[in-house]
């Protein structure tokens, strides 16, 4: 299982940007979808995770609504729309993908390469 994530980048707070990932190889193994992050001298992270109906999802208590994630089964894409953007929400983001429910880090053993998100004060 193959994933690569795009869309990060630079935006000033209060702004908004989209993340998305696409999933390849033997997607039939997985499950759950999920974004995390990691910021300098910290660890990783859970943001958001998604089921594979969409139906359930869960968000990290920074989240507070400002985040949205979902996911596209026919296109193998996950996506993480990410609004009212802070400073302290600056970390290198990472999908990934899980055969397991997916509501634990400790669940994901696919991963993406990450991609740069920073917020400007």
Same mark, same amino acid.
């Given at each position: 299982?193959?994933?690569?994530? @795009?869309? $990060?980048? +630079?935006?000033?707070? $209060?702004? @908004?940007?989209?993340? /998305?990932?696409?999933?390849?190889?033997?997607?039939?193994?997985?499950?759950?979808? $999920?974004?995390?992050?990691?910021?300098?001298?910290?660890?990783?992270?859970?943001?958001?995770?998604?089921?594979?109906? /969409?139906?359930?999802?869960?968000? $990290?208590?920074?989240?507070?609504?400002?985040?949205?994630?979902?996911?596209?089964?026919?296109?193998?894409?996950?996506? +993480?729309?990410?609004? /009212?953007?802070?400073?302290?929400?600056?970390?290198?983001?990472?999908?990934?993908?899980? @055969?397991?429910?997916?509501?634990?880090?400790?669940?994901?053993?696919?991963?993406?390469?990450?991609?740069?998100?920073?917020?400007? @004060?």
């Amino acid at each position: 299982v193959q994933l690569q994530a @795009s869309g $990060g980048g +630079l935006a000033q707070a $209060g702004g @908004s940007l989209r993340l /998305s990932c696409a999933v390849s190889g033997r997607t039939f193994v997985t499950n759950a979808l $999920g974004w995390f992050r990691q910021a300098p001298g910290k660890e990783r992270e859970l943001v958001a995770v998604i089921g594979w109906s /969409s139906v359930n999802t869960y968000y $990290g208590d920074f989240v507070k609504g400002r985040f949205t994630i979902s996911r596209d089964n026919a296109k193998n894409t996950h996506y +993480l729309q990410m609004n /009212s953007l802070k400073p302290e929400d600056t970390a290198v983001y990472f999908c990934a993908a899980s @055969s397991r429910k997916g509501w634990t880090i400790y669940d994901y053993h696919y991963w993406g390469q990450g991609t740069q998100v920073t917020v400007s @004060s």
